[in-house]
DNA sequence: GTCTATACCACGATAGAC
DNA sequence: GTCTATCGTGGTATAGAC
C-alpha cells in the first residue's frame, strides 16, 4: 500500500533520472526537454513534476548522486597507507571507476555552468574532497622522501585531469583492454610523480 | 564603396563571432540564442542571418577558427629538433596559448556534441592534426632512445589532457603565475615520458 | 501519481519594406 | 545590410479531473 506506492515512486523517480542521464550525456543539459525525458520513461511531461521541483534540481541530483557514489567507491577502495601502493591504487581506481561510467563523468564535468551558484558551491566541495584524497597521497610522499612533487596542488590537478581524459577517447573494443591502459597511466603517473627513484 | 561595404560587412561578422564566443563559452551552445548574440551585438535577430546561414555553421566558425589559428601557432613556434628540446617547446607552447584562449578552448572542447556529422568530421580533423605533432615529438624521442613511453599515442592522450586541464583552474590573478605553471608542467610531463633518465 | 489541456514564452528562421 | 513583423514550433511549468 503505502509501502508499496513509494518504493513505486521511488522507482519511477530513479528511471526518470536514468532517463535523463543518458539524454543530458548524449545532447547536453539545454538540449535535452522535459518533454523527451517524459517520453523516454514513458510519461506525460507534467508527471515528471511529481518527482523532482524543476529541471535545475534534475541535474542536481544527477551529479550529486555520482560524486557521492564515487566518494564512496573511494572509501570502499581503502587506499593502502604505503605512498607508493596508494597511489598505484588511486590511479586504477579512478581510471577503472571512470570509464565505467562514461555518462556520468561527462555530465559531472560539462554541465557545471548549468549549475545555480548555490547549486554549484555544494557539487565543487564534493569534487574538491575527491581531489584531496589524491592530493593527501602526493603530500605524504614528498614528505617521506618518496615522491618528487613540486606543488601537490598542482600535480594533484594534473594527475587528475590525465586520468579523467582517458574517457574521451577509451572504448573498450578498441585497440588496448581497460588492465592495459591502467598500466600505462600508473607507469606515466608513477614517473611524473617522481615515485621509485634512488633517493 | 563596395570595398568599404564588403569591409565592414567582414568587421560585423566578426563582431558577430566575438560575441557568440563569449556568450557560448558562459553559458553553451544550446542554451544561448541567436537573440542574445544579435542583441550583444547592436542588431536584430533577423540581420545575423546575412553573415551566416544558421546558427550551427556560426559554431563551425568558431571551432574552426580556433583550432586553425592553433596549429598555425604551433608552426610559428618551429620547435627544435631534438626530442626534449621539443618536449619542453611544445609544453610551453600548448600551456601558454590555451591559458590566453579559454573560452575558444572551452567550445572547441564542449561544443562537439553540438556539430553536425559532417562538421564534427572535419573539426575532428584537426584537432588531431594537432596531437599528431605531439606524437611526432614523442615517436622521435622514443626512436632515439630519451624517452621511455610505452604507447605514444597514450602518452600524447595523456599529456594533452594534462596540460589542457591548466585552464580549468590557471587564474592570472592566482597563486602561481603562468611562468612557474609551465616549469612545474615541463618537469612532470619530462618525467612522465622518462626524459633526461640515464639510459 | 498520472492524465489531458493549456498558459505563457522563447526559439530559429524567413519575408519584404527601406 | 538592417529593419519590423511574423511563421511555425517547441520550451518549462501548472491546473484540475480521475
Given at each position: 500500500m503505502s509501502r508499496q506506492t513509494r518504493s513505486r515512486s521511488a522507482e519511477t523517480g530513479a528511471r526518470i533520472r536514468a532517463a535523463a542521464l543518458?539524454?543530458?550525456?548524449?545532447?547536453?543539459?539545454?538540449?535535452v526537454s522535459m518533454?523527451?525525458?517524459a517520453g523516454e520513461v514513458g510519461l506525460q511531461v507534467g508527471a515528471l513534476y511529481n518527482h523532482?521541483?524543476?529541471k535545475q534540481s534534475l541535474l542536481v541530483a544527477l551529479m550529486r548522486e555520482h560524486l557521492e557514489a564515487l566518494l564512496a567507491a573511494l572509501e570502499a577502495e581503502a587506499?593502502?597507507?604505503?605512498?607508493?601502493?596508494?597511489?598505484?591504487?588511486?590511479?586504477?581506481?579512478?581510471?577503472?571507476?571512470?570509464?565505467?561510467r562514461p555518462d556520468e563523468v561527462f555530465i559531472a564535468y560539462m554541465e557545471l555552468r548549468n549549475l545555480a551558484p548555490e547549486n554549484f558551491a555544494g557539487i565543487e566541495r564534493l569534487r574538491r574532497s575527491y581531489e584531496d584524497r589524491l592530493q593527501a597521497v602526493l603530500e605524504r610522499g614528498a614528505e617521506r622522501g618518496v615522491f618528487a612533487v613540486r606543488d601537490a596542488r598542482v600535480a594533484t590537478m594534473a594527475v587528475i585531469a590525465m586520468l579523467t581524459g582517458v574517457t574521451t577517447w577509451f572504448r573498450p573494443e578498441g585497440r588496448l583492454s581497460l588492465e592495459a591502459v591502467e598500466a600505462i597511466y600508473?607507469?606515466?603517473?608513477?614517473?611524473?610523480?617522481?615515485?621509485?627513484?634512488?633517493g
Amino acid at each position: 500500500m503505502s509501502r508499496q506506492t513509494r518504493s513505486r515512486s521511488a522507482e519511477t523517480g530513479a528511471r526518470i533520472r536514468a532517463a535523463a542521464l543518458r539524454l543530458i550525456a548524449r545532447d547536453g543539459y539545454a538540449a535535452v526537454s522535459m518533454r523527451q525525458i517524459a517520453g523516454e520513461v514513458g510519461l506525460q511531461v507534467g508527471a515528471l513534476y511529481n518527482h523532482m521541483a524543476d529541471k535545475q534540481s534534475l541535474l542536481v541530483a544527477l551529479m550529486r548522486e555520482h560524486l557521492e557514489a564515487l566518494l564512496a567507491a573511494l572509501e570502499a577502495e581503502a587506499l593502502p597507507e604505503d605512498p607508493e601502493a596508494a597511489l598505484e591504487g588511486f590511479v586504477r581506481f579512478h581510471i577503472r571507476y571512470h570509464a565505467a561510467r562514461p555518462d556520468e563523468v561527462f555530465i559531472a564535468y560539462m554541465e557545471l555552468r548549468n549549475l545555480a551558484p548555490e547549486n554549484f558551491a555544494g557539487i565543487e566541495r564534493l569534487r574538491r574532497s575527491y581531489e584531496d584524497r589524491l592530493q593527501a597521497v602526493l603530500e605524504r610522499g614528498a614528505e617521506r622522501g618518496v615522491f618528487a612533487v613540486r606543488d601537490a596542488r598542482v600535480a594533484t590537478m594534473a594527475v587528475i585531469a590525465m586520468l579523467t581524459g582517458v574517457t574521451t577517447w577509451f572504448r573498450p573494443e578498441g585497440r588496448l583492454s581497460l588492465e592495459a591502459v591502467e598500466a600505462i597511466y600508473v607507469d606515466m603517473v608513477r614517473k611524473a610523480v617522481g615515485a621509485g627513484r634512488p633517493g
